[in-house]
């Protein structure tokens, strides 16, 4: 496995193995590796001859007040993490690398204003140039994304149809602990007490997993999550919604295109969790 810091380098690299006929998988992150990337690294390996998996904790993805300076980093035990997982190459850029006084932002509109976005309003813009800019550079055939993200997915699936970008997008499920905490590289930031609360995030999720079963319907759904939530210490809603996977508008009829997605702040670190219709 190679570690390698420029675009030149990528470049090089992928025309190799292009030339060999080798598909190209990528799987973007922003590093702290836990199993939840794995579990993209598994799915890429699977699917394509040469894995890259890109580190970068991208600046222009998170708001002003946001935790960019803080972000959890550890490129080397990141590298161990990916060569465990039949990584063939990681690129791991500085912001130099990435921007020098840019003048683009890609950004899909409408959806990437509702849920997330209403609290970020610049990030999904920042994700998508990112995406935009990995995908020129890396130019795979597939690459990899967590529905933990719902609605990143989403838009970039989006993005990637409007662009017409030669990538095919998968996406994986949400790995979770035992405990069922959605695995995330912003929960080391919790505190024991914390860690608890967090909890409240999958036990209302897995609540309206079960009153979609038995054919509760939406509003009564989502009380039953926020009053799951609001019961339990340092806990604040940012927002719990059931969203059509379409247009990301609330909808109160449910079907199979139907998302519930929360965003909890626990403490003040801000959590996301979600399931979509179809897996219930
Ligand atoms: P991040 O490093 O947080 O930007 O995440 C990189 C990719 O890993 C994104 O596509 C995420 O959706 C995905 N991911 C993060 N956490 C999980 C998880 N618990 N399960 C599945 N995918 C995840």
Redesign the pocket.
């Known amino acids: 496995m190679k570690v390698v810091k420029t675009i030149s380098e990528v470049r090089d690299i992928i025309s190799a193995q292009k030339k060999m006929g080798k598909s190209i998988a990528l799987?973007?992150?922003?590093?702290?590796?836990?199993?939840?990337?794995g579990?993209?690294m598994n799915a890429a390996r699977k699917e394509s001859d040469f894995v890259v998996v890109s580190i970068f904790v991208n600046p222009t993805q998170f708001g002003e007040n946001e935790d960019y300076s803080v972000y959890p980093r550890d490129l080397e035990k990141d590298t161990v993490f990916c060569e465990s997982h039949g990584v063939d190459l990681v690129f791991a850029p500085e912001v130099e690398e990435m921007y020098s006084n840019p003048k683009i932002s890609v950004k899909v509109v409408e959806i990437s204003e509702m849920l997330c976005g209403k609290t970020r309003p610049i990030h999904f813009a920042g994700v998508c140039t990112v995406v935009s800019k990995l995908f020129n550079i890396v130019t795979p055939d597939y690459a990899?994304?967590?529905?933990?993200?719902a609605q990143?997915?989403y838009i970039l699936q989006k993005m990637v149809q409007d662009l017409s970008f030669g990538v095919q997008l998968r996406r994986?499920?949400?790995?979770?602990e035992s405990d069922g905490l959605?695995?995330?590289?912003?929960n080391v930031y919790l505190n024991s007490e914390e860690r608890i609360s967090a909890l409240s995030l999958s036990k209302a999720i897995f609540t309206a997993q079960e009153k979609v079963k038995v054919g509760m319907q939406t509003a009564p759904i989502l009380s039953e999550m926020k009053n799951i939530i609001e019961a339990t210490p340092h806990t604040k809603i940012d927002y719990v919604e059931a969203v059509d996977l379409d247009t990301f508008r609330e909808t109160d009829t449910i079907g199979k295109n139907t998302l519930f997605a929360m965003a909890v702040y626990v403490g003040k670190t801000r959590l996301i969790d979600n399931f979509i219709l179809e897996e219930v």
């Not at 799987?27 to 990337?37: A, I, Q």
């Not at 994986?172 to 979770?176: A, L």
């Open positions: 799987v973007p992150s922003m590093g702290f590796l836990h199993e939840g990337h579990s993209l990899y994304f967590g529905q933990k993200d990143q997915f994986c499920p949400i790995i979770r959605a695995k995330s590289s912003r």
